[in-house]
């Protein structure tokens, strides 16, 4: 079992930065795959980015590629995300996700694939 918490959503005007952070706790967070999604109101859920459980493999959504950076940092069973050049486009609620897939060293891409999930964060990107 592992409990997900996200912070460090809010306001912003375009262009700017703001960085989540998703804490877990629960019993080994370094065997899980991570990933970070989005919904918006009206549109499904989407995956925006998805690191291994090492860190040395990391996955992005064209449409953030160049603008986040997704980080893990397992001594503080952390996960990060890191978004610059935000648009109004990337106004959603911001979701972390973990895979027990991630025991297998993979990247995973699949939303059926994650297994426990946060209750989200507001990013709200003004114009």
């Known amino acids: 079992q592992l409990q997900l918490v996200e912070s460090g959503g809010g306001l912003v005007q375009d262009g700017g930065s703001l960085r989540l952070s998703c804490a877990a706790s629960?019993?080994?967070?370094?065997?899980?795959?991570m990933g970070w999604f989005r919904q918006a109101p009206g549109k499904d859920r989407e995956l925006v980015a998805a690191?291994?459980?090492?860190?040395?493999?990391?996955y992005y959504a064209d449409s953030v590629k160049g603008r986040f950076t997704i980080l893990r940092d397992n001594a503080k069973n952390t996960v990060y995300l890191q978004m610059s050049i935000l648009k109004p486009e990337d106004t959603a609620v911001y979701y972390c996700?973990?895979?027990?897939?991630?025991?297998?060293?993979?990247?995973?891409?699949?939303?059926?694939?994650?297994?426990?999930w946060g209750q989200g964060t507001q990013v709200t990107v003004s114009s």
């Open positions: 996700a973990a895979s027990l897939r991630g025991i297998l060293g993979i990247v995973v891409v699949t939303t059926a694939d994650y297994n426990y």
């Open positions: 629960g019993r080994s967070f370094s065997s899980y795959g």
């Open positions: 690191i291994n459980y090492s860190g040395e493999n990391t």
